[in-house]
């Protein structure tokens, strides 16, 4: 990677000039210093490009939504090969809901090389589109997301790894004019081709955009079809207990008929008289002693009316 020479021995000098332009812009002064590492010539235009760092981890982190690049990718190197070959795919000014396009190099005030073949491995594509009004993009879990100036978005998500992408995006900002080309300070860069022409990151759920992640954490933190299969296995849970509650009640009363059938068996035999041996209960006694082993019997005709009413609970959840 060579460093601009429009003019042969003059380089402090163009330094001199881009740097006036980088103390003149309030997003760039005192964050990079024109130089030969900053400053590169490509094709019709010259790139300011300091540490773009903040740009590659912004891409690899599975909980952030997006594409991702590969880890120890030149991206500088990507980004200057990538303008020398290609034509912007589009010019515009203006900025936020006033940005329009334009057709006249001169009126431009950022510069965009979108979804274009790099010719190189970059990242990782977990971009993909579907028929918004498609019952599987419908069903995917939506996850909402704060990026690190507060922004808060919602995204279709779906579990599973991405695709590897030769294709790049690249926006630059001018920020002045050397020898009659545009100096572009970058903006942003990321990898793949699907989705670089939306510009709200709200409107890719609109559009029919979802991101497939690897991410337990995302996945977990969504809502959605992740919601109602949760509401499913409530109610799997609910007919295991239904049925907990049926054979419960089921054994009560067997128990219940068998209890009456041995009473009734035990009352039809013939009764032998006996002389009743000291310490023998009286016939009130007896009565007595009839009458408190008969309360468990109650309390499980109760049980039963409990475990009936369980059901109709349970049946009106379900």
Do not use: C
Request: glycine content about 8%.
């Amino acid at each position: 990677m060579k460093h601009i020479k429009l003019f042969e021995n003059l380089d402090e000098n163009l330094f001199t000039e881009i740097q006036s332009m980088i103390d003149a812009n309030q997003f760039l002064k005192g964050k990079v210093k024109a130089d030969k590492d900053t400053v590169f010539e490509a094709g019709d235009f010259i790139l300011l490009i300091g540490d773009l760092k903040h740009i590659t981890d912004a891409h690899v982190e599975e909980t952030i939504p997006g594409s991702k690049f590969n880890k120890g990718v030149d991206l500088k190197k990507a980004i200057i090969e990538l303008v020398s070959n290609n034509k912007p795919t589009e010019m515009t000014k203006g900025f936020g809901p006033q940005e329009t396009k334009v057709s006249n190099i001169q009126e431009a005030e950022k510069f965009k090389w979108l979804g274009l073949d790099s010719k190189t491995k970059v990242g990782i594509e977990n971009v993909h589109k579907l028929d918004p009004n498609s019952e599987e993009f419908k069903s995917m879990n939506v996850y909402s997301y704060k990026d690190s100036r507060g922004n808060e978005f919602k995204i279709k998500v779906k579990g599973g790894d991405g695709e590897e992408t030769t294709f790049l995006s690249f926006i630059g900002a001018k920020i002045g004019e050397v020898g009659g080309k545009p100096v572009l300070s970058v903006m942003t860069s990321f990898p793949g081709k699907n989705g670089v022409e939306v510009t709200n990151r709200n409107d890719f759920m609109k559009s029919g955009y979802y991101f497939t992640t690897t991410s337990k954490e995302v996945i977990e933190n969504s809502t959605g079809q992740l919601a109602e299969s949760k509401i499913m296995r409530f109610g799997e849970f609910n007919e295991t207990m239904q049925f907990a509650v049926l054979q419960n009640a089921k054994n009560l009363h067997d128990q219940e008929e068998q209890r009456r059938k041995d009473k009734k068996d035990s009352e039809n035999q013939v009764p032998v008289t006996v002389s009743e041996p000291k310490g023998m209960q009286s016939e009130e006694e007896v009565e007595d002693m009839e009458f408190e082993e008969s309360e468990p019997d109650m309390e499980s005709e109760e049980s039963q009316g409990e475990s009936l009413n369980h059901i109709r609970l349970f049946r009106d959840l379900k």
